[in-house]
Nanobody, 124 residues
Framework: VQLQASGGGLVQAGDSLRLSCTAS????????AGWFRQAPGKRREFVASITWSGETTNYAESVKGRFTIFRDNAKNTVYLQMNSLKPEDTAVYYC??????????????????WGRGTQVTVSS
């Protein structure tokens, strides 16, 4: 599964952004998907994940209630709606896919396909 993330940018604290992760048109396999982020000098961390049907989602505690992951399989796209952004949300955001196990995993090792990151910067 080839992925392309987009939608990052520079916003102020309290603003919203929606990230998109689109799989290549040649992808016909079902896959679970996730979003991870990496801030400068820090390890990559889990943000949210979703199963193929969208029925099961998982969120990091730091984003619960503010971020929502959802998908449109007809468009081969997974989204991350980010509301009430904080400066600590500043990071490069990566989308990932797991075409093997249809679970909303939280460990980056469970995801075999990764897209290039998109930068999100939240100013105070």
């Amino acid at each position: 599964v080839q992925l392309q993330a987009s939608g990052g940018g520079l916003v102020q604290a309290g603003d919203s952004l929606r990230l998109s992760c689109t799989a290549s048109r040649r992808t016909s396999r079902s896959y679970a998907a996730g979003w991870f982020r990496q801030a400068p000098g820090k390890r990559r961390e889990f943000v949210a994940s979703i199963t193929w049907s969208g029925e099961t989602t998982n969120y990091a505690e730091s984003v619960k209630g503010r971020f929502t992951i959802f998908r449109d399989n007809a468009k081969n796209t997974v989204y991350l709606q980010m509301n009430s952004l904080k400066p600590e949300d500043t990071a490069v955001y990566y989308c990932a896919a797991d075409p093997v196990n249809n679970v909303a995993a939280t460990d980056s090792a469970d995801f075999g396909s990764w897209g290039r990151g998109t930068q999100v910067t939240v100013s105070s």
